[in-house]
């Protein structure tokens, strides 16, 4: 039986899953000289969080000798797409624009980046409305 993945993660558990991320495969020790420059972490605090993300079901285990090596099949940018859809259900929409430009107003972005925010934005205004529908049910929101 397949075990169900928990994606809230806490901004610590963050931290461990950008580096198994980056490294494919990794030791908690590892993990601990990466985040090392970041973090003043103890090795247990690693541990901890190592075990936590095992529990939730994003990150896999297998032993190697005397260690365990971690890994995850989940990519980061469809865990970060489900992060900021999950984050976006629970927006108005009257809001959700807003809250992109402000995003893409505070973001560093390169010439390719902005190039492709213009395409994307250009194919949008086919199915532009002109006044987005709030979702909220009454009470919920000031529209």
């Given at each position: 039986m397949?075990?169900?993945i928990d994606s809230n993660i806490t901004d610590s558990e963050w931290e461990v899953m950008r580096v198994v991320w980056a490294q494919n495969k990794t030791?908690?020790?590892d993990i601990r000289?990466?985040?090392?420059n970041k973090k003043n972490w103890?090795?247990?605090?690693?541990?901890?969080?190592?075990?936590?993300l095992v529990d939730k079901g994003v990150l896999n285990t297998e032993k190697d000798g005397n260690k365990y090596i971690y890994s995850t099949n989940l990519?980061?940018?469809?865990f970060l797409k489900s992060t900021l859809e999950?984050?976006?259900d629970n927006i108005c929409n009257k809001d959700i624009g807003k809250i992109i430009a402000d995003l893409i107003s505070k973001?560093?972005?390169?010439?390719?980046?902005?190039?492709?925010l213009e395409k994307v934005l250009e194919m949008k205004k086919e199915d532009a409305v002109d006044v987005v529908p709030c979702n909220?049910?009454?009470g919920q929101c000031n529209c």
């Open positions: 397949t075990k169900a030791t908690s020790k000289d990466i985040i090392e103890k090795p247990a605090t690693t541990k901890t969080l190592i075990g936590r990519k980061e940018s469809d999950q984050t976006f973001s560093t972005l390169s010439y390719i980046d902005i190039e492709e909220c049910v009454p």
